[in-house]
């Protein structure tokens, strides 16, 4: 985790990106979450825009692309400094947080109130690559993209990295390229056929087959949970 977290900060540092914290909103207590609110008292006062001295109340805004937990970091941060339960809806899947909400506040000394707020991504995504990332870690809804398409990404990304656990996860014998091999031995693991029938010389039959779209489901819940391992992606 040290190593992930260091290749990311070098990378945000080259784009001019400061002041990081790490945080897992879904732990009960999470020590970075203790560190957002001094950490963002600091930054607004020594801004040179900040001269309400008789003023310290602070609204701010959370902003980032769907799905990546902003409003399970509102709750967080409410949680830890005002030891209230949930404010603001959140979901496993972009689109949850549909418009501007109202002033949440988190925290009472100093008061903090913030803005849970739609995910957002550029206008136009730079290459098919960077879009399937995001497809696969649910920055856009999996039917706009298709979740056997998602689930192949997510098998060869896994296969480039040599990370294997999805064989002993699904009782695989070994690495597979082969994203259909894949999915019927998942669904084959779980249980998931569906009822197809089959125009034959003799009439027709009903036959039971994998059921790829569920196969598929699992697979991408499973890397989304961290079923598979911690895979950075970029």
Do not use: N, R, S, Y
């Given at each position: 985790?040290?190593?992930?977290h260091q290749s990311i900060l070098k990378q945000l540092d080259r784009e001019g990106v400061r002041n990081v914290l790490f945080?897992?909103?879904l732990r009960q207590r999470d020590e970075n979450v203790k560190r957002i609110v001094p950490l963002v008292t600091e930054l607004i006062g020594s801004g040179s825009r900040f001269h309400r001295e008789e003023d310290r109340s602070y609204c701010l805004m959370v902003v980032g692309v769907p799905n990546v937990g902003k409003s399970s970091l509102i709750n967080a941060v409410r949680r830890t400094y005002l030891k209230k339960g949930k404010a603001s809806k959140v979901g496993g899947?972009?689109?949850?947080?549909?418009?501007?909400?109202t002033k949440i506040q988190?925290?009472?000394r100093p008061i903090i109130y913030l803005l849970d707020t739609p995910g957002v991504l550029p206008p136009r995504i730079e290459n098919i690559e960077t879009g399937m990332k995001l497809a696969l870690c649910g920055t856009i809804l999996d039917h706009l993209v298709g979740e056997d398409v998602i689930a192949d990404y997510l098998l060869f990304s896994l296969n480039r990295r040599e990370r294997f656990s999805y064989i002993e996860k699904y009782n695989l014998e070994e690495p597979s390229?082969?994203?259909q091999h894949v999915l019927k031995c998942i669904a084959v693991k779980l249980g998931k056929t569906k009822r197809v029938k089959a125009i034959t010389g003799v009439g027709n039959i009903?036959?039971?087959l994998p059921d790829y779209s569920a196969a598929a489901y699992d697979f991408i819940r499973a890397f989304r949970k961290g079923e598979l391992g911690k895979v950075m992606l970029d």
């Open positions: 985790i040290f190593f992930f945080t897992d909103c899947e972009p689109g949850i947080t549909k418009a501007v909400l988190v925290c009472e390229d082969d994203i009903t036959v039971q």
